[in-house]
């Protein structure tokens, strides 16, 4: 009988950072080592980071990469771990073109024992490797106490044929995989049966390893698993957490002994958790301890400051409430509720006697005064982002975003916007959802996520209620104008929203939405404004390109990252 | 003797704007009927504009494209057209894999007649062909009159081999080739070049029909030329202008006789004209009259101002001087004479009581303070937007943006940069150039770009001089605190921009710049000022993706086509 374990390090990388991710990949080789693990698989790039985007393209990185990887080898090895398979991602350089590829390494007897280079590369929706990476040739399988591992790099599994169809001409006895596959609702299903699909091709288990945290736009949800040769999951490791899973396969057996298998999540907390991992992580990797936004006692910025307490505490987050004069009281009081239930610094900032100033030289009116008032905020909320080093958070949904409903630098303005896909009756459904765990006993920081631990209920919240009923219960209103609804200018949110869905989520053309049984004037009003508010949701200036390299189009790099190399 | 006429067709289309891009090519093939022609080729996509991006993947838009073609053979037949041969490029599908295809679609005797689809993707700098369409499957020729016609797309004669290397390998007599090729500074020789060579290797002339116009980041130059089997231009059409051409192909001459050659351009004039080309057609395409800006007497500004009064006349721009406290006076003079040079309305807004008023609320100090006037500013900006239905310009050149040397949500505000792309030593160039060319006599509006005639001087300046002297000679300062200079914070630009433009520009790594002689630590502040200013310069917020398409990296539209499927 062959035995023999593996280890699956589902770990939280930051793009560009080496030294910080390399001291992470020795620290888990060392856990797993002690686990008894004979292999180590970590995600897609680990050592680099994922996605490095034309970060890629600069040979110096390169280098740095490949000095990093031959580093690390010779530490473990020094370590005492020279008998270790460390599985690595890392940026490589095909020579013969010069072009990078996203290589798996190898990592053994103190040297970097092998290499694979990942052969099918997406290049749709996030995607852009085809651009950055060359294709590597094939398949790559090696062998370990007399145990064949074939390896692949996810997209190479969502393809048919390449590297996994090879591997299954061969024969192997575990196929194990690196990824980072971002985290998008309903996929982990879509992930499980792809892997059930492969498994069943090599007729042998299938080992997913999965990177999880936020990097820019992108959450990784993790939730590592391995799935037996008929499908069945063996064990499967927890979302939005870094993690080190096991797994032990018996060559000798036709169907592999059950880990621990983590449950699935609440749809609603799911979503919740991948938002405010996404900032959790995009203000570490960016040195912002603490978050400023505008308090309208409106929903959306409720939802967006209890994510934000979750992500860093009550105790940094800094509300500002600045009402006009068509802020009802209600409003206020919502505000001021609000920040009281999460311990945030609440500071209240008319915008009257701004607005008057402004008025008396402008005499502005209509829509021109409507975005004087949101434009006042977001230099207020600004000035709070500068004066204390805070991170200003934008509050807009992916409704209004969609539909240009919201003011170019006026209640748009922050360097992260948490909710911003996530439809107006998603940002309902989630405030609920995060009242009913309050009162379930989950208080502050009780989320289940990279640097929590499951079960820890957080800061106790003084009565289990954590944004007030009544953000949630009124009707959506910017408060611009007197007895302004959101309703006067869009259709209602629970058809607009199922109308988007359809347009934007889904891709739905003009055809396809009558099909779906829309009326032709709610679907000509939102395919119009969603697509005159491209500029807006771009709302970077356009300028010409006179040079050969631009900003822009041209040059794109991670913006978490851009400080690192 | 077989001899036959060639028209290039040098359009300016609009991307998505099916109907308007159809009656300009019909325009143009009855011209060139006149003309005698036998075959008339536009540019790459003229049907539906280009760049497409991700419109390419609405089946909707496809279909509607298709439809168009139809019509429009049927139409030039009913023209009494129907033995022209006309070549125009627009999206196909590949109805095996239903990928978009980029296609050039012959019209003849009423039907579309015969098709080519590029093979080569370009995948790299602005390009993302290959993420949209897939590729053509080999050459096309056609025959008329007995002269065979080979045909190519704008990246298949930048790549070796393909579709080219077959029609060398069939034998042609001429290659004719549709072209989408942004502008670049100098890449006018760099096309020229690549055709001599292509040329040579099908033994036979080869036709270059280049797109002219803005669409939104870049600006296609146009300048299409013929080059003659040993690589002798026989013809050249003007840049940034409309232009119909003729070549007169003659199959059993060895060498073809020249026709109109434009001259070329000096460097100066060639990029101010492409920046005015691509603000004036940014405005037309998005349907402004007018624009707006601050205009502060400092070089940034007033450059823009002139590039503005050149693409829709003085009269159309809204000069707003918006002193501080620190202005000073000089400065204040300057935008007033610059403003009356170009016949732009004026006006004065001071900031002081809007920054005493915040003050009373906020008492910033420091950069914060800095920033709240830059803010100001913007808030003012986008109100006289908002007010009048003008195009906000933001005034931004490429080193202050490179260096994140500027306010976001504060003098970064603005629909459109003309200068973004344009370092600052550049900018005071082609301040210098535009003075002596309005001493020599072109007043506003008399620039060579589409919709203008060479030759027409414009409404004259008043004294010949367009940017204030002093607005060019003096030291460059924000004037946000006493006695501020750019050097405060940045090296001197003379400096600065070189190791810019061999870091971005040349995309130079860390050793490559301490090779070019730059001293270490010019280069260390440099990169660290440029890799974190990253998300200033992308700007809008980042925020998590949660559903299968999210706004963003997914889905990638022109702003300018958005509202016009």
New interface residues.
Partial sequence: MTQIRFALAQIDTCVGDLDANTAKIRDYAHRAAQGGARVVAFPEMTLTGYPIEDLA?????RRAAWDKANALAADLAADGLSDLYVAVGTVGTDHDSDKPRNRMVILHDGVVWARYDKHFLP????F?E??IFSAGPGAMAFDVDGVRIGVAICEDIWQDGGPVAELAAQGVDVLMTMNGS?????KTHVRRDLAARRAAEVDAPLIYVNQVG?Q????FDGGSFVVDRDGATVTRAPMFMEHLGFFDLDTDAAHQSAGEIAPDMDPDEE?YT??V???KD?MAK?RFRGVCLGLSGGIDSALVAAMAADAVGGANVQGISMPSMYSSDGSKDDAADLAANLGAAYDV??IE??FV??Q???D?DG??AE??QA??R???V??YS??KGLLAL?TGN?SE??CGYST??GD???????????LKTRVWELSRWRNRAATAGMGIGGLHIVGNERGDAGTPLPDGVMIPVNSIEKAPSAELRPGQKDSDSLPEYDLLDRVLAAY????H????LLADGFDERTVDTV??LV?????K???????????????????R???TA????
């Fill in positions: 393209l600069r040979a110096t990185f290049n749709y929706g996030v852009d085809a651009r971002p985290y998008e609702e309903g936020g820019d736009d992108l959450v979503v991948a938002c991992l996404g900032l995009y960016n900032q008319p006697p701004l100033a402004y008396n030289q402008l502005l829509v021109a975005n004087l434009r006042i977001g230099v207020i600004m000035a500068n004066a934008a992916k975003l969609a170019i630098y748009a303005v922050g360097g992260y916007a948490p909710i911003k896909d996530l934007i989520e889904h891709a053309g003009r055809a396809d395919m119009r697509d005159r508010a491209e500029w949701r771009r709302q970077y200036p356009m300028g010409p390109k006179v040079t050969a390299l631009a900003f822009g189009r041209d040059r790099l991670p913006v851009a400080f690192r190399e």
